[in-house]
């Protein structure tokens, strides 16, 4: 069973950063990426970025030139640092694991909040 574990959300104000963290534990088969998705009240959640298991970045428009995906192998941590963030970044920050023979794997959330 693999369980993901986030941390580092919080309250920013306008331009500021914050880092998010997610620790994977378990045994993991045939990974296919680690990444975040995110929801805003009212809206379903998105995809912010993922990380492949070769290394391969992908960012929704919105976030490129702001927020940076990072992952340590050895660690099996995936990072996401965000920058110059703004209020439509508000939302809750979920975590995501994909294997090919198992699916999606999901943290529990953490709460990202940007005032004006």
């Known amino acids: 069973q693999v369980q993901l574990v986030e941390s580092g959300g919080g309250l920013v104000q306008t331009g500021g950063s914050l880092r998010l963290s997610c620790a994977a534990s378990g045994t993991i088969f045939r990974l296919l990426f680690m990444g975040w998705y995110r929801q805003a009240p009212g809206k379903e959640r998105e995809l912010v970025a993922h990380?492949?298991?070769?290394?391969?970045?992908n960012y929704a428009d919105s976030v490129k030139g702001r927020f940076t995906i990072s992952r340590d192998n050895a660690k099996n941590t995936v990072y996401l640092q965000m920058n110059s963030l703004k209020p439509e970044d508000t939302g809750v920050y979920y975590c995501?694991?994909?294997?090919?023979?198992?699916?999606?794997?999901w943290g529990q959330g953490t709460q990202v909040t940007v005032s004006s």
């Open positions: 990380i492949s298991s070769a290394g391969t970045t």
């Open positions: 995501n694991l994909r294997t090919i023979e198992r699916g999606d794997y």
